[in-house]
């Protein structure tokens, strides 16, 4: 193999892994917010994803005859930047909310801009098992999220075992030191291919 074509395809690999990881990277989970006691439930089975069009999509991934039910979500937002409700999967009803949806503890600090609630404190009323919650995002790139620019936070209501406790967390993001690596190993291999012809 000439070294010109080692060169492209090492590039063409590091550019297709490093895709990859950018698309992995626009979804993440979530974790307890605060000191809020959670059982585990919720940091499990939510998620959430971001496409290029600015849709940003917060799923319950729990098994059906789960009670778990999203039952609100709070968002914090930079200048310029805008959220609008984009609607759900399922038969379930929202509305913007007067208050902060998500309850969060006063001790992180959040300044909530925007917020939304199920019309009844009710499991038929959230997004339940296998149903998801979208909105519509403008100003917002990936590299905002998780960052006092733009984060957001839910409400999982029913978590305890009488279905009627509730946990309060908050968006994270996954790192992107992992596509250094990534590039460091196609750097390190690179290497060793070359020691090996020079052999």
């Known amino acids: 193999m000439s070294k010109l074509s080692f060169v492209v395809k090492g590039v063409a690999l590091a550019v297709a892994m490093v895709g990859s990881m950018s698309a992995q990277a626009s979804t993440g989970g979530f974790v307890c917010a605060g000191t809020t006691s959670c059982d585990g439930t919720g940091s499990s089975v939510l998620s959430w994803s971001l496409s290029d069009a600015g849709l940003l999509t917060i799923s319950n991934a729990l098994q059906d005859g789960n ?118 190993g196609l750097a390190v291999a690179g290497g060793l291919s070359r020691r090996r012809r020079g052999n």
Do not use: C, M
């Not at 709070?74 to 399922?90: L, P």
């Not at 019309?119 to 979208?134: D, F, Q, R, T, W």
């Not at 917002?140 to 967390?169: C, H, I, M, W, Y």
């Open 67 to 184: 009670q778990s039910f999203i039952a609100g979500v709070s968002f914090e937002v930079g200048s310029g930047d805008s959220v609008s409700f984009a609607g759900t999967t399922g038969d379930v009803s929202f509305q913007k909310a007067t208050k902060e949806a998500a309850h969060l503890p006063t001790s992180l600090g959040w300044n909530v801009d925007y917020s939304v609630a199920a019309l009844k404190p009710s499991s038929k009323a959230g997004v339940n098992a296998g149903e998801s919650i979208s909105f519509q995002l403008s100003g917002v790139s990936l590299a905002d999220l998780g960052t006092p620019d733009f984060r957001f936070a839910v409400k999982l209501q029913g978590t305890a075992l009488n279905g009627k406790g509730s946990e309060k967390l908050v968006a994270v993001v996954p790192e992107p030191s992992s596509y250094a690596l990534v590039l460091a």
